[in-house]
């Protein structure tokens, strides 16, 4: 027996031992065991599209969507990876494996297919976003940006340096490819990792290169902050979550909300993330994607991005695949 079907087995005897607690209760940890019961037995597909970043030019701002919140950027040649989540769960490893949601759709890529990383950016510490594994596999020897009383958390691995960045401060990340600036943004969320840590920080980012720059709204629900962040732009693009906010509305945006304050902020374009990789919620996982669409149907140019995989260059012209 493989340690795979060990865990899920204890799973299932832990979930009969329950009886119509597990099958009927609304409780987050009934509803836990039903998942990861569901699961049991099914394959991940792979993703619908394959980036290939060996083809990217140094001369454009690229973005490929690797699922839920990882985002692979070229940015004029330095390589940027953004809240990685590599592997078929998230979760707490319990020893014999993982123990939490599994993948909807594979990641777009493993850590061997990327080239090597300059920057490293994470958002909080919640486990779908700060990945220990991903973060161990990450190659190259890049700077990592996290939230504050997270580094605690970043695995051991030969880092140029682990910086946590408070809101509204700026870091140099330096490389023989040039500089890149990432800013930190106060977005309305929290960063505990098991729910009582809640001295943990959580961040939004501006990356700016050559007076280029992108947002990334990390994790947030509606906040009337990111009209204050137009004056830090204009942005190529915005990168923001559109899923997990059924019932979790005071920490998650909805799709429209997520519009609404990439256009307060005045970005370009808008990329959706945090949606079709994990089930954390509620809503149906093709929801999130078609109140996007919608809420950008009188302008469906700037939606780039909306399948897992797919590639967008957003500096100096849009060309998706």
């Given at each position: 027996?493989?340690?795979?079907?060990?865990?899920?087995?204890?799973?299932?005897?832990?979930?009969?031992?329950?009886?119509?607690?597990?099958?009927?209760?609304?409780?987050?940890?009934?509803?836990?065991?039903?998942?990861?019961?569901?699961?049991?037995?099914?394959?991940?597909?792979?993703?619908?599209?394959?980036?290939?970043?060996?083809?990217?030019?140094?001369?454009?701002?690229?973005?490929?969507?690797?699922?839920?919140?990882?985002?692979?950027?070229?940015?004029?040649?330095?390589?940027?990876?953004?809240?990685?989540?590599?592997?078929?769960?998230?979760?707490?490893?319990?020893?014999?494996?993982?123990?939490?949601?599994?993948?909807?759709?594979?990641?777009?890529?493993?850590?061997?297919?990327?080239?090597?990383?300059?920057?490293?950016?994470?958002?909080?510490?919640h486990f779908?976003?700060?990945?220990?594994?991903?973060?161990?596999?990450?190659?190259?020897?890049?700077?990592?940006?996290?939230?504050?009383?997270?580094?605690?958390?970043?695995?051991?691995?030969?880092?140029?340096?682990?910086?946590?960045?408070?809101?509204?401060?700026?870091h140099r990340?330096?490389?023989?490819?040039?500089?890149?600036?990432?800013?930190?943004?106060?977005?309305?969320h929290w960063?505990?990792?098991?729910?009582?840590?809640?001295?943990?920080?959580?961040?939004?980012?501006?990356?700016?290169?050559?007076?280029?720059?992108?947002?990334?709204?990390?994790?947030?629900?509606?906040?009337?902050?990111?009209?204050?962040?137009?004056?830090?732009?204009?942005?190529?693009?915005?990168?923001?979550?559109?899923?997990?906010?059924?019932?979790?509305?005071?920490?998650?945006?909805?799709?429209?909300?997520?519009?609404?304050?990439?256009?307060?902020?005045?970005?370009?374009?808008?990329?959706?993330?945090?949606?079709?990789?994990?089930?954390?919620?509620?809503?149906?996982?093709?929801?999130?994607?078609?109140?996007?669409?919608?809420?950008?149907?009188?302008?469906?140019?700037?939606?780039?991005?909306?399948?897992?995989?797919?590639?967008?260059?957003?500096?100096?012209?849009?060309?998706?695949?």
């Open positions: 027996m493989n340690r795979r079907k060990f865990l899920l087995g204890s799973v299932a005897l832990a979930a009969g031992a329950g009886g119509v607690w597990t099958a009927t209760s609304s409780s987050w940890t009934a509803r836990f065991f039903r998942e990861r019961l569901a699961e049991v037995g099914r394959t991940i597909p792979a993703a619908p599209h394959r980036p290939d970043p060996d083809r990217w030019s140094d001369q454009a701002i690229t973005l490929a969507w690797l699922g839920h919140a990882s985002v692979l950027v070229n940015f004029f040649g330095m390589r940027v990876l953004v809240d990685p989540t590599f592997y078929p769960r998230i979760g707490v490893n319990v020893g014999l494996g993982v123990l939490g949601p599994q993948r909807l759709v594979a990641s777009a890529l493993t850590p061997g297919d990327l080239p090597e990383i300059d920057a490293v950016v994470v958002s909080h510490a779908d976003h700060l990945d220990i594994p991903s973060l161990r596999a990450v190659r190259g020897r890049p700077t990592l940006i996290t939230a504050p009383a997270t580094a605690d958390l970043i695995p051991r691995r030969p880092y140029a340096s682990v910086v946590e960045l408070p809101w509204g401060q700026t990340v330096i490389t023989g490819r040039g500089e890149l600036r990432v800013r930190s943004l106060e977005v309305k960063g505990a990792r098991i729910r009582r840590d809640t001295h943990r920080g959580y961040n939004g980012y501006v990356l700016e290169r050559e007076g280029h720059r992108l947002l990334l709204g990390g994790d947030t629900a509606d906040t009337p902050l990111f009209a204050g962040y137009r004056r830090h732009g204009p942005f190529a693009a915005a990168v923001m979550p559109v899923g997990a906010y059924d019932p979790w509305i005071q920490n998650h945006c909805t799709p429209e909300q997520a519009v609404a304050m990439a256009d307060a902020a005045g970005a370009r374009l808008f990329v959706p993330i945090h949606h079709q990789s994990f089930k954390l919620s509620r809503e149906p996982v093709n929801e999130p994607l078609e109140r996007t669409q919608a809420a950008l149907a009188a302008e469906s140019e700037r939606l780039v991005l909306e399948a897992v995989g797919q590639t967008a260059v957003v500096y100096p012209a849009r060309a998706a695949g």
